[in-house]
Nanobody, 124 residues
């Protein structure tokens, strides 16, 4: 059974930082496209960033330059370093996995495996 488990969410003030982690029980983990999505109350689940099997990263414009996605294949763990956080970053953050190449600006439907989410709250 595939499991993705996020951790590291919390409450911070604007300008602060958080680091999210996502540990997966996936075989051939290194071959997966891994991503972070987020969903604010009453809004759709939006793509934040992804990283492919080569370590190539992509970011949504809203987080470019502030967030950094990375992966440790030996630990089967995905990370999201979030700096200079803004109140509009407040959302439930989800990690996701896709057993294929990463797609440009993907929708959530492109990913088969999901974590349960971790809440990030940024106060002004």
């Amino acid at each position: 059974q595939v499991q993705l488990v996020e951790s590291g969410g919390g409450s911070v003030q604007a300008g602060g930082s958080l680091r999210l982690s996502c540990t997966a029980s996936l075989s051939s983990y290194s071959l997966y496209c891994l991503a972070w999505f987020r969903q604010a109350p009453g809004k759709e689940r939006d793509w934040v960033a992804d990283i492919d099997s080569y370590g190539t990263t992509s970011y949504a414009d809203s987080v470019q330059g502030r967030f950094a996605i990375s992966r440790d294949n030996a630990k089967k763990t995905l990370y999201l370093q979030m700096n200079t956080l803004k109140p509009e970053d407040t959302a439930m953050y989800y990690c996701a996995a896709r057993d294929n190449t990463c797609k440009l600006n993907p929708s959530s439907s492109a990913f088969a495996y999901w974590g349960q989410g971790t809440q990030v709250t940024v106060s002004s």
